[in-house]
Nanobody, 118 residues
Framework: QVQLVESGGGFVQAGGSLRLSCAAS????????MAWYRQAPGKTRELVAY?????????ADSAKGRFTISRANAENTVNLYLQMSSLSPEDTAVYYC??????????WGQGTQVTVSS
């Protein structure tokens, strides 16, 4: 059974930090590229940060210098992280873990809410 389970969201004041986690299991996610997306109310889902199988990193302009994506590959699980700092109310959104492979398709987590107060 494929599972991508996010955790670590919550309520934080502007300027604060949060660390999101995603545990991916049920596939060989070590061979997947992984990413964090977010969707704010009334807006489309957008890419926040991406990490390839080779460790290549890509960040949205809004995330550069504030967010850090990382992954830890284990035998049956891949853990994906997003360290977020200097948070602002504009970062308020549901954050989704994503895994993609051209051979196996795309998988999404259920999302975790991040709310930043001013």
């Amino acid at each position: 059974q494929v599972q991508l389970v996010e955790s670590g969201g919550g309520f934080v004041q502007a300027g604060g930090s949060l660390r999101l986690s995603c545990a991916a299991s049920g596939r060989n996610f070590g061979s997947f590229a992984m990413a964090w997306y977010r969707q704010a109310p009334g807006k489309t889902r957008e890419l926040v940060a991406y990490i390839g199988m080779d460790g290549h990193l890509t960040y949205a302009d809004s995330a550069k210098g504030r967010f850090t994506i990382s992954r830890a590959n284990a035998e049956n699980t891949v853990n994906l992280y997003l360290q977020m700092s200097s948070l602002s109310p504009e970062d308020t959104a549901v954050y989704y873990c994503n895994a993609f492979s051209p051979m196996s398709g795309r998988y999404w987590g259920q999302g975790t809410q991040v709310t930043v107060s001013s």
